[in-house]
């Protein structure tokens, strides 16, 4: 078959063949099917990276500030993005990733920071964008690529599945006040529906796990974790069997050696249908 002997109208969207048809944006139906399925795939990875830097611009942020206020105190072997990492770990939409997709959900977000004038990353004069973000693993122990040390740390670092409750009782809107029953959705009873939530996703978490949702509960984490002291956790808990919210499965054994371990609960089934909650992003603490 000659070629044709007239000049190509244009090129194939796909291929770049030249096109001889002026009514034609591919050269065959494969070239057409194919560039169509890249086109599906490209916005919808536009789409997901919207999403993704929308839900976790806030912590990344706060990671950045952290790890820059963290950065000399470990000494020349700490790692430039340990408390990053350390700080996302525990992240709703981070949790159970590995490294390399946690890279893909975070580059995103520090692309739209540095182009953003009104947010700066703490080391502009850095080329490369990780570098900007988590400063350079310049130490006299060895040079390594910021983004190479973040793929290495992130495996390393693990977050609590008290951290991972804590996060999710924050991220999730507990339908209404009353949610917990008309009776504790006084302003005053805030901090109280908050240990609920987090007992309840503590709980959550185990029945994830394959631990058919017994948690241990432990007074002097949860103290910490909510800003309290530990009397406080204890009525707490205290409270939450009296009403029905926990079941107390195993008691608590003491502390004196390894096998000391914590008191041991489960969210009551009836009260997990009424319970329900639904995402709203990353946020503080229901009130």
């Not at 912590?59 to 790692?79: F, Q, T």
């Amino acid at each position: 078959m000659s070629a044709p002997t007239a000049d190509p109208c244009g090129e194939c969207c796909q291929c770049s063949a030249p096109l001889y048809d002026g009514r034609r944006r591919y050269c065959d139906d494969g070239c057409r099917d194919h560039y169509q399925a890249t086109e599906r795939a490209r916005e919808a990875r536009e789409a997901a990276t919207l999403c993704d830097v929308g839900e976790l611009l806030d912590d990344v942020l706060a990671a950045i500030e952290a790890n820059d206020a963290a950065r000399d105190e470990g000494g020349p072997w700490r790692s430039a993005a340990w408390t990053f990492c350390e700080h996302l770990r525990g992240h709703t939409a981070l949790v159970g990733l590995d490294s390399d997709a946690a890279a893909d959900r975070i580059e995103p977000v520090l692309e739209a920071i540095d182009a953003d004038p009104d947010m700066d990353l703490p080391y502009p004069d850095q080329d490369d964008l990780w570098a900007r973000a988590v400063g350079p693993f310049d130490t006299k122990w060895r040079d390594q690529d910021p983004l190479e040390d973040f793929l290495e740390v992130w495996e390393l670092v693990h977050a609590s599945p008290l951290e991972v409750a804590v996060r999710r009782a924050g991220a999730a809107e507990y339908v209404g006040r009353d949610v917990f029953g008309a009776e504790l959705s006084a302003p005053r009873r805030a901090p109280f529906r908050r240990f609920l939530a987090v007992a309840r996703e503590c709980c959550r978490l185990a029945e994830e796990c394959g631990d058919e949702g017994v948690a241990p509960l432990a007074v002097a984490a949860l103290a910490r974790a909510l800003g309290t002291d530990r009397k406080t956790v204890g009525g707490w808990r205290r409270e939450g069997v009296r009403r029905g919210f926990l079941e107390l499965v195993r008691e608590a054994t003491p502390h004196g050696g390894l096998s000391g371990r914590a008191a041991e609960f489960r969210w009551r089934a009836e009260e997990r249908k009424r319970t329900t909650y639904e995402p709203r992003g990353e946020g503080g603490p229901n009130s």
